[in-house]
């Protein structure tokens, strides 16, 4: 058995190099940032947020995710004459495997099944003895995570798309075109932007000439919250497939929460004149590009990570041929809350007030300053475009963290900074750097009413590695999932027991107390891993669990797969009840009849009939949990 990626994967080629020997692999680390989803404070709303990691490149062709220490997923036996396929969504580099055998020249054949959260699917498809890609072939979309089970389905010949391939969701197709006997695009096309998902429906639609884009092409957006459609023309492209004309091009981020737009000219493929940053008929920015395409003149710029649909961030100041020189501004609505300087090479230099991206919010409160001094700042000074000496991290006028930049702009010596800030609350971290990278002990703790709580905490080894104990918290730790994990790390691996914590929850303490005395957490669930792989008898918890959703799973695991019978269960405090589940078969998928959450109304269940993984019978059920 081995473990691979789908092909609809980012191929990030920018960071190969091709040696003398055609090598495709370059060894080391590289940094990249990807995205997560979190629920909100409330429990109820799914937001998106970016985090950073690092990719390490082995001799023995093993790719290594890395974030705060931890490895969060190997990938061995990659050809290194290939570009290799990078994963950015922390929801897959976590949870999508791919499970099927390797040739003696260490290709893919025959037949592979995606795994995901630990369960073996019925999707996949076959490759051939050349290792490619053969018949009919269900892959998950790009976007694809618990919430937006999106596949793209069609037929491959010799490693190359050829056909009609279609988005499906749910049964029901929501986009697709025609691929030619070349595998390029042709015709009509519906493609489904990167950030689609069931709350939010973004479609691009237009023709393929050759896999060109040509003509125009239209924007079509469902917000599923405000059951409202609306039709953009995009723009044109010529029959090259450049852009030409006026354009409204989506934000790189574009989805429910940031409905930005950039509108203005394109000549021949680079923009020029003037352009607007809208938000749905809304102006909220604009500037100038030459006739190189080079930003000129004064500009106003929203502010990448620190916007939403109810309040954004935006920099004022100038452009010179690309350069940004001279103080540029920073206002949150009508309010001054940052600035600093850029030299005529463009580097930041001297005193910097910068706006934090922690600083997110889910209510329209622009009103006067109140919102001041819930506004997270970073203030210190550049040096040649290096963070340099002491930086200070304020809400509002308060200090809450900080520490020393070096002279090449690493972070060094003892620092206390914010991780996971998400109003009403923040967790602390206080710790040691060493040239950029954590090490020695670091504590985990709460901000409350009457001071900083430790809550958790471990210790990092001289790479940086998390090694020892750790007291960490869960993925979706908020006042509504008060979860910590406990277990062991051995260099960034998890290995050993592990136990996930939780306190008692009280119903009118929810709504009140945002926090517990640490000791009042007990254990509900956990397992061991085995080189980060989950072994044996496992409790987990329910990718969305919180205090409204307080469901567990009980079972067996072999190397992160899901086998025999596994129980649903719904617990409040230390009070358990079964109330669902079913049986793996021996190749590891679903079989016969499962009791399941309704993934579209989690409060109900679904009696499912299962054939070696194929759903044949779905009969809703009248208990509501």
């Known amino acids: 058995m081995g473990t691979t990626q789908s092909n609809q994967r980012q191929h990030i080629n920018q960071i190969l190099i091709q040696d003398h020997n055609n090598s495709l692999w370059k060894n080391g680390t590289n940094f990249f940032s990807g995205k997560y989803h979190y629920l909100n404070s409330s429990g109820h709303q799914w937001k998106k947020q970016r985090f950073k990691y690092m990719i390490e490149y082995t001799p023995a062709g093993e790719m290594k995710y890395i974030h705060d220490g931890e490895v969060l997923r190997v990938e061995n036996r990659i050809d290194q004459q290939k570009s290799p396929e990078i994963l950015t969504s922390l929801e897959q580099i976590r949870n999508l495997k ?38 009919y072939w269900v892959e998950p ?13 069609g037929i491959y010949n010799q490693g190359f798309r050829q056909g009609k391939w279609i988005y499906q969701q749910a049964e029901k197709i929501i986009g697709g075109g025609l691929y030619n006997k070349q595998g390029q695009k042709e015709g009509l096309w519906n493609e489904l932007h990167e950030n689609y998902d069931r709350n939010f429906q973004v479609i691009f639609k237009g023709v393929y000439q050759n896999n060109h884009k040509i003509g ?15 039709k953009i023309i995009g723009g044109k492209y010529n029959e090259d497939g450049i852009k030409h004309g006026k354009w409204f091009d989506l934000i790189e981020d574009f989805d429910d929460d940031q409905q930005f737009l950039y509108v203005g000219d394109y000549n021949y493929g680079k923009k020029q004149g003037i352009w607007n940053a809208m938000q749905i008929n809304i102006r909220q920015g604009c500037g100038v590009y030459d006739e190189n395409e080079q930003q000129n003149g004064f500009w106003v710029q929203l502010k990448r990570n620190q916007m939403n649909q109810y309040h954004h961030a935006k920099s004022l100041g100038q452009y010179v041929h690309g350069i940004k020189v001279g103080t540029w501004n920073i206002f949150f609505g009508n309010q001054f809350v940052g600035k600093g300087a850029y030299n005529e090479e463009g580097k930041k230099y001297g005193d910097w007030i910068k706006l934090s991206n922690y600083s997110q919010f889910d209510k329209r409160n622009l009103n006067g300053n109140p919102i ?18 002491q930086w200070q991290i304020k809400q509002g006028n308060i200090i809450i963290g900080g520490g020393l930049y070096d002279d090449m702009g690493y972070k060094n010596g003892k620092w206390k900074e914010l991780s996971n800030f998400k109003l009403p609350f923040f967790v602390i971290q206080i710790g040691e750097y060493n040239k950029g990278f954590k ?14 709580e430790k809550i958790g905490g471990g210790i990092y080894d001289t790479q940086g590695m998390k090694h020892g104990k750790w007291i960490s918290l869960h993925d979706n730790f908020n006042h509504n999932c008060k979860v910590l994990d406990i277990g062991q790390y051995d260099h960034g691996i998890k290995q050993g027991r592990w136990d996930i914590k939780t306190i008692k929850y009280y119903e009118h303490d929810v709504l009140t107390y945002y ?13 061991n891993y085995q080189n980060g792989e989950k072994n044996g008898k496992w409790i987990d918890l329910d990718e969305n669990y919180n205090y409204h959703n307080q469901i567990l799973y009980e079972g067996e695991f072999y190397k992160d797969l899901k086998q025999g019978k ?27 009849k499962w009791i399941e959450l309704d993934k579209n109304r989690q409060k109900k269940l679904i009696l499912v009939e299962y054939q070696n993984g194929i759903k044949i019978c779905i009969e809703s059920m009248q208990t509501v949990i």
């Not at 893919?108 to 290792?131: F, H, S, T, V």
């Open 141 to 153: 979309y790009q976007g694809y995570w618990n919430l937006c089970q999106i596949f793209f389905i």
């Open 566 to 592: 596994w129980d649903m269960m719904k617990h409040h405090n230390s009070f358990i009840n079964r109330i669902g589940g079913g049986q793996y078969n021996q190749d590891g998928l679903k079989h016969l």
């Open 439 to 452: 090490q020695g002990r670091w504590e985990i703790l709460l901000n409350k009413n009457q001071g900083l």
């Open 216 to 230: 125009n092409w239209i924007y079509q957006f469902y917000d599923a919250n405000k059951n409202k459609s609306i």
């Open 515 to 527: 926090f517990w005395p640490k000791d009042t957490f007990y254990i509900i669930a956990g397992g």
């Open 372 to 389: 001041l001094h819930k506004l997270v700042t970073f203030v210190g000074e550049y040096t040649n475009g290096k963070k340099s000496g």
């Open 98 to 135: 791919w499970a099927g055998q390797y040739n003696n020249q260490n290709l893919p054949i025959g037949k592979w099944n995606m795994i995901w959260r630990g369960e073996k699917q019925i999707y996949g498809g076959l490759y051939n003895d050349n290792g490619e890609k053969e018949g």
